[in-house]
DNA sequence: CATGAATGAGTTTTCATTCAT
DNA sequence: AATGAATGAAAACTCATTCAT
């Protein structure tokens, strides 16, 4: 399945992270997981807390990564921002496990790895209120706190982690586009 | 300034699981936070467990009553989704600390208490699904996915308890109002 | 036997440290000699360097206790060296595991620490070679280095717990008493 | 610089077990220091026991052999008790590290290994008590216990591993002649 | 009500050694 | 000769909980 032994390791962490979260999982647990002995491990990953901070920052650096290249389109911000909601699911629905590690998981990191973290997620949300910030100042969207409707759009797509069922009755993009027009035009008749 | 030696223990507790989650909080932290003894404390409390499930209970409690009594009201819908919001942003706000160890660190409870929790927190959700639905039968609210629309609005709420800064510009009113504004007429200009 | 539990403790420490090394004894080793659990010791020691560290600054200001009200005597030269050399049989020949401890497991204490009994060491030291100048000022003793002199007795009189066996032919004080006519008078005839 | 694979490897133990001690060097920290992989070592070593019994063996055996041509010889003790601090101090300050981890380390072998080094410093202890005791014999020194004098003026000389800075402003030589000096007229004016 | 000693199971991590390649 | 993956035992230390006083 994995391509190599730190890849099984590191999606073994993600799910037993998820399941059980950081601290309820132990090293044995991962170890069991791989039908490695617990001091092989340590071949692999520094220490837990090292391995913690990789799944974390690849997620980010995956949901950074493309929004990076969507936010500098030089297409309608209306566009724009679609783009981002369904970049956002397709990430989030894609691996909700690891997802889940990095928005409930993270801030379990010592202060400086933490750090790490932090700085993408804040360049993260920096970007969306770049592309909501374009579409203010072109009129395409009314005016308003570019930052404060970026945490408001991205907030209930990031709660998704919290509900998504993959056997649910609706795909990822249905629901992607139904948040899309909520954001866009609300919800009054 | 606590009413009585639980609400102290509670409170610490409360602080301690929000800035370093549950499991990384010692029952010894809680003790030296209330100037008790570790042992002392299990004249008040169960164990560890128990001490979480209160708390979480105690806060879910807090949403769902008064939101329990917005959704009976014989008023507008959009007027109880109005207040429904400006309810969870007052309790979010309010005490964000017990909010945190709501959402981030119940799921850590048993299967069977993380249950209790987990019952109390869909029902929260069914309130939301109520208003938008009567708000949808009766055409005041485009027609449309109510449960979407419910975790699209209840998530950019939820998510509120991640970057809310009591000392930012500003009030939770004025978020509030905005958060109002975006769900019932979205970006668009 | 012991005053109380820490006392206790240290004893079994000792004993070991001395046996087998400070390394090769486990914490383990040491709750089983005093018949505790090994998490129960966690009780009067904070960690196991801790621990030496106590040993050894006890050991050491021993050692320095004594010698500085020889030193400071308003007698002559070589009635404070003879005396300085008894009072140093004294204390390592009635804890010889301790001294041994001293000079032989204290420098694997982190820097830190290991520079605490180093400070302590070198003023040992010194207040030999005060001893020894004044001796050389007032023409008691030959003139000479009196840091090399110091070091030479000193060595000859810390060696003595590899060899020092109270089982053996002599006692404590005989052995001091050849030992300071040596060091006065030399082996020549 | 080493002539072969195994004196690199052993060179590089000596000065880690000098620095920190047997125990507290990994074969890790030994490998790494002649650029092997762990496992690779292994080709030269039989284990890491076996390699510190190696240089114990060498540095014990290093005193042993000259000492014994030095007693043997038909001088005057009192000369070859001069040769024999003089050979002493080349060694020591000639490999100040080896000298450390055979005073220091050796009992940290087992039983049966630790047998073999004590029974060559007993050796060395010997041929030192010989040199006295013909000394003492024939009335150049005298007369007294012949091991005791031995231990004392060993132990002055042995201990010099904890002290002696090659930077320092005296030569080896004249550190040995000062020790001479001092061992056979003692230092009353 | 409060203490603090004691527990015993648990944690992460280290490490000397082996061995197939 | 060299590697590096794997082992398995052991290390120090933590912690929720109990209970006699």
New binding site residues.
Partial sequence: MATN?YEEIARAAIQLFDEKGY???????I?DAV?????????????????LLRIASQSINGFNHELEIIRNRKTPARDRLIQAIHHHFNIVTGDIQMTTVLLREAFLLSDEQHGIIKKATDRYLDLWVDIIKEGMDNQEFRSGDARLTALSILGSCNWVYRWYDEHGARTPQQIADYFCDLSLKGILA
């Fill in positions: 032994k601290h309820a999982t132990s090293v044995q647990d170890a039908g490695l002995q617990k001091g092989s491990l340590y071949h692999y990953i520094e220490n837990k807390e090292e391995l």
